[in-house]
């Protein structure tokens, strides 16, 4: 199938730059199913939106600030943005920028600071390369390096990425976050994502209260967000879009919930991914590159809240294996009613089935 199938116009004034003031009152276009209506609702409206037998999945990944702003030592400019950790401690897949510029064996450094920081290594194809953190000096004590060393059980690059980065928005996002929790879920528990799971982010510590006291369970994956999840399709036809491997853990009591349950709620494309990657393997943990496009045998997943995606993505891709040909309707619909799209717009509620979600 041909990647400009998926492609649909939109104004770049619809795109939402800043996170709505309160999370749960994001717009939630319900997906009236086939041959019928949308409806217009907001998150804090789930809870009863569900009923009991389902169960709601989240992804409680927590985004680093996986963006170092760094310099060389002839005072050249570069970026690093962290992806996800080798075998090798200390050593990270990352994309860096210019990466054709930088030489194996290249040294970055923070700005103001006198001692290199990073070791530029392996070109690993499309603007990744291997990074790895350089050691302090010996007689050296202070310092970001030297201090995340000092950290014991904890991988260093994680502390310096706290110490130096900041959190890594899409680049369609211009504006300054004033909060970085806005992009965080208020249920992310382990550090390892580029990128934040961003259905997700409409939750609150009031909607999870909310499904709990309506006898919906809500249950935890962990799928760490990277290039498999961001990166643009750029191949002429979908068939041939590769997709990046991504991290994700599935506990066997999660596994086993979702086999029971009258529905399955995935909140986030990511969360689908890693219970429809556990399903299709039989892994409950494990590195997938799951790309889910039309025809897709749905294992688990019944219903899905899920942002409005970029044209030509491979998230989009998965709607259409979704819902099919009627995802064109729903952003129709959302494009004619001012909703906000992309990280910080507004979601929709998606029924597989066919049979639409009713408030």
Sequence with gaps: METAAFD????????????????????????????????????????????????????????????????????????????SPTA????????VRPSRSLLPGAKLRVPGEDADLFEVGEDLGEGRRLVRLLAPAPESTTGIVADAHQSLGADPMLRVAEAVGEMPLPPYITARLADAD??????????GSAAAPTAGLHLTDGVL???????????????????????????????????????????PEVMSACETANRVVAIGTTTLRALE?????????????????????FGVVDLLLTNF???????????DAFVG???????????????????FGDAMLLDRTGSGVRP
Excluded: C
């Design 88 to 95: 090798v401690p200390g050593t990270w897949e990352a994309l």
């Design 309 to 319: 995606h970029l044209p030509k993505s491979s998230l989009l891709v998965l709607i």
């Design 277 to 297: 990657a556990a399903a299709a393997t039989g892994e409950l943990a494990g590195r997938t590159d799951l790309f889910i496009r039309e025809p897709y045998p």
């Design 209 to 251: 209260a909310g499904l709990k006291a309506r006898g919906i369970p809500v249950l935890r994956v962990e799928l760490r967000v990277g290039l498999g999840t961001f990166r643009p399709i750029t191949a002429a036809h979908i068939e041939d879009h590769r997709m990046h491997h991504e991290h994700y853990v599935v506990a």
């Design 325 to 343: 040909a009627r995802w064109r309707d729903l952003y129709q619909w959302a494009l004619t009613h001012d909703y906000r799209f992309l990280s």
């Design 8 to 83: 649909y116009e939109l104004p770049p004034e619809r795109i939402a730059q800043t996170p709505i003031a309160y999370r749960d009152h994001a717009r939630l276009l319900l997906d009236g199913g086939v041959g019928g209506t949308p409806v217009d609702a907001i998150v804090a409206d789930l809870p009863h939106l569900l009923a009991p037998g389902d169960v709601v999945v989240v992804n409680d990944t927590r985004v680093i600030p996986a963006r170092l702003r760094l310099q060389r030592p002839t005072g050249g400019k570069a970026e690093v943005l962290l992806l």
């Design 182 to 191: 806005r992009y965080q879920t208020v249920y992310a528990r382990v550090a």
